[in-house]
């Protein structure tokens, strides 16, 4: 029992950990790509409307980031339950 | 703009949303039934319903209206959400579904003993909510005043009546299936309006781009103000707009009506799949369009050059440009459609949070009867709705935007923030979550009505006490901190079985994975 409850608070601390650093890439992305903009329309105030790359690029960045995660969660769910089935 | 098409449209919505309603009401008995669909949603629709919950017309109607004055704001509210997202598929969605039954209160309460931590989680909720719901009853006033010829009051009142009927009689089920059916709508209109668009140019987008541009060129000819201007509100706003998602507890219980964690992850990637496409095509399409074909043409701007109805009718003049009376009648309906279940949400959320968490949890002390505590949900729909109703009246000609804003920063500033430490630090005490969650409320309403856009422009000082109107940058950070300091301070508050109860949670929290 005590077992299995340190294996479940090792799951939930290794997941933690991983989560907070895909939501560190994933906020320190943003945050460059918020200075891109700020600096975009320093030069010119319809920069982000008139290229619209910023908007494909802004949204790409985040699905891939959202996406890769579901994978990346997925793959390590596989191993723990093979391992687990050893 | 009254046409027969739009009222017959019209109709067939409240029509519709009230079958639904009544079939819904069939299936509701039981407070999970009533809270949480009884957890019988598929991950997919959900995702249809997050997707519906987030695409509020103020939303919708406000990106097309910012880009078609040439504010490049617009991106960042396409964009920034989207993080939020990913931020709530990552920390929130799992613990969310499987910690909590019914609101959002009790998951962050269940850290704590006693009742205050949710009695203000509970009311942190409701000034987010009611906020929320405010923006979106000024909104549905003036669209329909607008589009119906209905005067404003009487638009507010229909809306209101129509929001406590589901809610009130269909709960969860109901606001769940009425707000599948409009995103559904909301895609097929914005779909249609997209090929009508592109049929204009041949089918040639370079084409529409470059008109678009040349029409910008000639009409934005001064610089434009917004957030993007200044570094600090840039990150502010980009702060408020994805963060604040994951402190929206419309969207948050929608994790409860779902089966299990798998589903809650599915969800969030239907609803940022969705979301992503209905406003990158409302931003790069219809704004577009807008952009070109609109300005040039007389009947659509008065005598002072400015669009009827505001910038945000631009998408709803396209389509009668587009397709005339009938085109127009379908996106108006689209649009009432969107309003009535966004308002929906927003109710069962309030209800939620004034039946559950504060008569039954704190009032009642957890002593109350299943029926009793639907008797007061119901009272509380009620309650909801008169002063939604009220307040909506009141706001009449308020700023939209602004009012979304207030309710994302608050939501970034004392939800969020008490949320993710409640679920993720050991650390935190009773003491420091009241204290950071307060602060953070306190802060951001606080530098809210300091800022321009309440203090010149609405209480009309001539300079505001604090120089910007986003301040999750600051006020966000300040509850993190005054939780951390309060929390690390609170000493006495760390024991074995505070410990014991944290990681007896936080193995629950992801039990899915085992």
């Known amino acids: 029992m005590a077992d299995e409850s340190s294996e479940s608070m090792r799951r939930a601390r290794i997941r933690a950990r991983v989560c907070l650093l895909l939501a560190g890439v994933s906020c320190a992305v943003f945050l460059f790509f918020l200075v891109l903009l700020n600096r975009a329309v320093q030069q010119d105030p319809l920069a982000p409307l008139r290229d619209v790359r910023f908007s494909v690029i802004g949204v790409g960045i985040n699905f891939a980031l959202a996406l890769g995660s579901v994978v990346a969660f997925g793959y390590w769910r596989r191993l723990e339950r093979t391992r687990a089935g050893r | 703009m009254r046409s027969p098409i739009a009222i017959a449209l019209f109709l067939i919505v409240i029509v519709s949303t009230l079958l639904i309603t009544r079939w819904a009401a069939r299936r509701t008995r039981s407070r999970s039934e009533f809270y949480a669909a009884g957890s019988s949603i ?194 502010s706003l980009g702060l408020a707009l994805s963060l604040g998602v994951c402190g929206l507890p419309h969207v948050l219980m929608r994790f409860f009506t779902v089966p299990d964690a798998r589903q809650a992850r599915r969800s969030i990637v239907v609803a940022m799949v969705l979301i992503a496409i209905v406003f990158l095509i409302i931003l790069f399409v219809l704004a577009y369009a807008a952009i070109a074909f609109l300005y040039g043409k007389p009947e659509f701007f008065d005598d002072a050059g400015v669009l009827r109805g505001g910038a945000n009718m631009a998408v709803v003049h396209l389509s009668r440009l587009l397709g005339g009376d009938v085109l127009m009648g379908i996106v108006a309906a689209v649009t009432f459609a969107t309003i009535l279940a966004v308002v929906a949400g927003l109710t069962m959320a309030s209800a939620g949070a004034l039946a559950h968490d504060l008569y039954a949890q704190v009032f009642r002390r957890g002593a109350a009867t299943e029926a009793e505590e639907l008797r007061v949900f119901r009272l509380a729909t009620l309650a909801v709705t008169v002063v939604a109703a009220l307040l909506g009246v009141a706001f009449k000609g308020t700023n939209i935007s602004f009012l979304v804003s207030l309710a994302f920063s608050v939501a970034a500033s004392a939800n969020f923030p008490v949320l993710m430490l409640a679920l993720y630090w050991r650390g935190l005490t009773k003491r420091g979550a009241l204290l950071g969650g307060a602060v953070g409320l306190i802060s951001s309403t606080g530098m809210l009505i300091a800022g321009p856009a309440i203090w010149v422009d609405v209480l009309h000082y001539q300079q505001p006490l604090f120089g910007s109107n986003y301040p999750t940058l600051i006020a966000m950070p300040l509850a993190l901190l005054t939780a951390w300091a309060t929390s690390l301070l609170d000493a006495r508050a760390h024991d074995a079985p505070a410990d014991r109860l944290f990681d007896d949670l936080a193995a629950k929290a992801t039990q899915a994975e085992s």
């Open chain 2, 42 to 235: 598929t991950g997919t629709q959900n995702g249809l319903a997050i997707a519906g919950d987030f695409m509020s017309a103020s939303t919708i109607l406000g990106v097309a209206g910012l880009a078609f004055t040439g504010n490049s704001d617009a991106v960042l509210y396409i964009v920034a959400p989207l993080l939020g997202f990913t931020v709530m598929l990552l920390f929130i969605a799992e613990p969310l579904r499987n910690l909590g039954r019914y609101t959002v209160p009790e998951v962050v309460a269940l850290r704590f003993t006693g009742r205050g931590v949710r009695a203000f989680t509970a009311a942190a909720s409701l000034v987010v909510t009611i906020f929320y719901l405010i923006a979106q009853m000024v909104g549905a006033g003036a669209l329909i005043e607008i589009l119906l010829g209905v005067p404003y009051s009487l638009a507010v009142v229909v809306v209101a009546t129509l929001m406590m009927l589901y809610v009130a009689f269909g709960g969860m089920l109901a606001t769940t299936w009425v707000q599948i059916t409009k995103a559904i709508v909301l895609i097929v209109g914005v779909l249609l309006m997209t090929v009508l668009t592109l049929s204009r140019v041949d089918y040639d987008i370079g084409s529409l781009y470059s008109t678009a541009r040349a029409q910008m060129e000639i009409v934005f000819t001064s610089n434009r103000t917004g957030a993007l201007n200044s570094l600090y509100s840039t990150i």
